[in-house]
C-alpha cells in the first residue's frame, strides 16, 4: 500500500522553527514531485509549499516565503519542510502530497495523501 508518513510538528513558541519530514511507504519519491499544504481550524487546506521530482525546482505561498524551505534528500526518500520565523497563523495541521511528474500547487492534482502532523505556534 502506498503511504506517506509526515513527522516533525509540535509546539513552538512564536519566532521558533521546526522541521517536517515526509517519508515514502510502499513506493519510491523517484519522478514524484511532493507538495506541502496545511489546514488550519475551521480554514480550508492551502496550499505551503512544493518542490518538483527532480528537486530543482520549488515554489512557495506567499505567506510563508522566505521563512519556510522545501527540499529532498539526494536519495529521494525524503521531503523536508523547514520552517523557521514561526508565527501563530502558521497554526495548523501540515500534509505532504505526491503526484507523478510536474510538481502543482493545487490540492486536487495530488494522488497520495499522508496523515498530517501537527504544528502549534503559541505562546
Known amino acids: 500500500q502506498l503511504q506517506l508518513v509526515e513527522s516533525g510538528g509540535g509546539s513552538v513558541q512564536p519566532g521558533g522553527s521546526l522541521r517536517l519530514s515526509c517519508v515514502a511507504s510502499?513506493?519510491?519519491?523517484?519522478?514524484?514531485?511532493i507538495g506541502w499544504f496545511r489546514q488550519a481550524p475551521g480554514k480550508e487546506r492551502e496550499f505551503v509549499a512544493r518542490v518538483g521530482w527532480s528537486g530543482d525546482i520549488t515554489d512557495y505561498s506567499d505567506s510563508v516565503k522566505g521563512r519556510f524551505t522545501i527540499s529532498r534528500d539526494s536519495a529521494k526518500t525524503t521531503v523536508y519542510l523547514q520552517m523557521n520565523s514561526l508565527k501563530p497563523e502558521d497554526t495548523a495541521l501540515y500534509f505532504c502530497?505526491?503526484?507523478?511528474?510536474?510538481?502543482?500547487?493545487?490540492?486536487?492534482?495530488?494522488?497520495?495523501w499522508g496523515q498530517g502532523t501537527q504544528v502549534t505556534v503559541s505562546s
Open positions: 510502499g513506493f519510491s519519491l523517484d519522478y514524484y514531485s
Open positions: 502530497a505526491a503526484k507523478f511528474g510536474l510538481a502543482a500547487t493545487t490540492e486536487e492534482a495530488y494522488r497520495y
